[in-house]
Nanobody, 121 residues
Framework: QVQLVESGGGLVQPGGSLRLSCAAS????????MGWYRQAPGKQRELVAD???????TYADSVKGRFTISTDNAKNTVYLQMNRLKPEDTAVYYC???????????????WGQGTQVTGSS
């Protein structure tokens, strides 16, 4: 069973930076994509950035040029570097990891526990 552990959220002044991490652990699995979503109070969860391993990277228009997603495939970890944070970036951020278990051979689509990011002075 794959488990996800997120870290790195917090309070930051507008214009500041934070880096989120999400590590996947377990055995007998492969990962096909890792991404970040966020949910602000009263709003639906939305895509922030997604990295299809060996494929394309997608960013929400609102974060392009400010946020960078990266992965360490050896560590099964995805990062989100957030620069020039704005108050409207305030949300709970969730990592999302998709892949397949080897035994039995079936797909998985998992969410992290969420980490709060608050951009406020």
């Amino acid at each position: 069973q794959v488990q996800l552990v997120e870290s790195g959220g917090g309070l930051v002044q507008p214009g500041g930076s934070l880096r989120l991490s999400c590590a996947a652990s377990g055995s007998d699995f492969s990962i096909s994509a890792m991404g970040w979503y966020r949910q602000a109070p009263g709003k639906q969860r939305e895509l922030v950035a997604d990295n299809s391993i060996g494929g394309s990277i997608t960013y929400a228009d609102s974060v392009k040029g400010r946020f960078t997603i990266s992965t360490d495939n050896a560590k099964n970890t995805v990062y989100l570097q957030m620069n020039r944070l704005k108050p409207e970036d305030t949300a709970v951020y969730y990592c999302n990891v998709r892949g397949r278990y080897y035994v039995p051979h079936r797909p998985f689509d998992l969410w992290g526990q969420g980490t709060q990011v608050t951009g406020s002075s």
